[in-house]
């Protein structure tokens, strides 16, 4: 049974470990709002003192696509350093890309005008990784709730500013009285909190979630986990959920990708993944995940691959996993496989399934 959240109210009981990494049930996601087509984020390297001259690039991000339906989660895991976090500032246009095509509700950002740029930062909002750096200590929580709507002339007059803010705050699980504090005076789940009630605070459609329960108390990513939950049954958000937790990912994702090294390796339903991984590199990360069962733990096979993450600014030729595969073979080493679907909606790059 999945505990949730009472978002009207501040004091709830945390649940349980086991809680947190129980799939929760789904509804049926709606149509396409965001699509990404070959996204590529390269970062020049560059020598010398006086004249810079360009010698490489690091490939963070290198050739990643994926689609985000209405009142969908997609959840984008991998290991550290793989290019999630790059993929989601991509997205908010907060870092310049190198290749591809990203569209939101059938827009170019590339090609949008003042207006249309404007529209797009209001409807799509992201929830930082440190609840405490994204907040400016020096800030009431009333403050800074508030300055979304004033920077985007939506603040009205004192007294609708005020009743948006405490709704707000409602709507994540404080109460309103917290709004007169600083950040220093809440608790690190406290926090987090305040940062979602601030990028609900425009009204968005997408959501872009950059780990955020990892700087936090399992317990406590229990209960912020499930206030983004209740909130995208009541305001039909779309969350673009970036984690290293497979835990977590589980619980709040309807569908999952997995990254390695700037791509996507492979993306299926959340079921599905977890059921029946296909790509090795799946196969190693799910065999990582502790399981409540001690007989199962104990009986379960465990896939510990070797060697080191290869370098983003040399990446391997071929697969880019092949150099830690255990079930690499000759042409791995000189042939990129392609994402392709299998039929069954669950899509892979590898070539042990061509």
């Known amino acids: 049974m999945t505990a949730t959240l009472d978002i009207e109210a501040s004091t709830a009981t945390p649940p349980s470990v086991a809680t947190a990494i129980e799939p929760a049930p ?4 709606g149509r396409e709002i965001l699509r990404v087509q070959d996204l590529k984020v390269h970062f020049p390297v560059t020598r010398g003192v006086l004249v810079k001259r360009r010698t490489g690039s690091v490939k963070a991000v290198d ?8 009142g969908e989660t997609l959840g984008l895991v991998g290991e550290s350093g793989c290019g999630k976090s790059t993929t989601g500032l991509a997205i908010l246009k907060m870092l310049e890309t190198s290749g591809g095509r990203i569209t939101y509700d059938g827009t170019d950002l590339a090609s949008m005008d003042r207006a249309q740029e404007r ?8 929830v930082y990784q440190d609840p405490f750096g994204s907040l400016n200590p020096r800030m009431r929580v009333r403050d800074l709730v508030a300055e ?21 705050l409602e709507m994540v699980g ?21 940062g979602i009630a601030r990028a609900l605070a425009l009204k968005p459609a997408v959501i872009v979630c950059d780990e955020p329960v990892s700087a936090l108390d399992v317990s406590i990513q229990a209960q912020v986990v499930n206030v983004f939950m209740a909130l995208q049954r009541r305001l039909g958000l779309s969350y673009l959920f970036i984690a290293h937790d497979l835990a977590v990912v589980r619980h709040i994702s309807d569908r999952i990708a997995v990254m390695y090294l700037g791509r996507i390796v492979e993306i299926a339903d959340r079921d599905a993944l977890y059921a029946r991984p296909r790509h090795p590199y799946t196969q190693a990360l799910l065999s990582a995940v502790p ?27 071929g697969c880019r996993f092949h150099t830690r595969c255990p079930a690499a073979m000759e042409h791995c080493r000189s042939q990129e496989p392609d994402l392709r679907d299998h039929g069954d909606g669950q899509m892979v790059a590898c070539h042990l399934y061509d």
């Open 174 to 194: 404080l109460l309103p009285y917290m709004a007169d504090r600083y950040p220093h005076e809440f608790s690190g789940g406290q926090r987090q909190r305040i």
């Open 119 to 126: 529209h797009f930062r209001r409807s799509v909002q992201m």
């Open 63 to 70: 050739g990643v696509s994926f689609t985000l339906r209405q």
């Open 291 to 317: 399981v409540a069962n001690v007989q199962t733990e104990r009986l379960r096979k465990r896939i510990v691959l070797r060697g080191e993450v290869p370098s983003p600014l040399n990446p391997p030729a």
């Open 26 to 29: 789904r509804p049926q996601p």
């Open 148 to 168: 979304p709507l004033e920077i985007h002339g939506l603040a009205g007059d004192r007294e609708a500013t005020r009743a948006r803010v405490a709704e707000l």
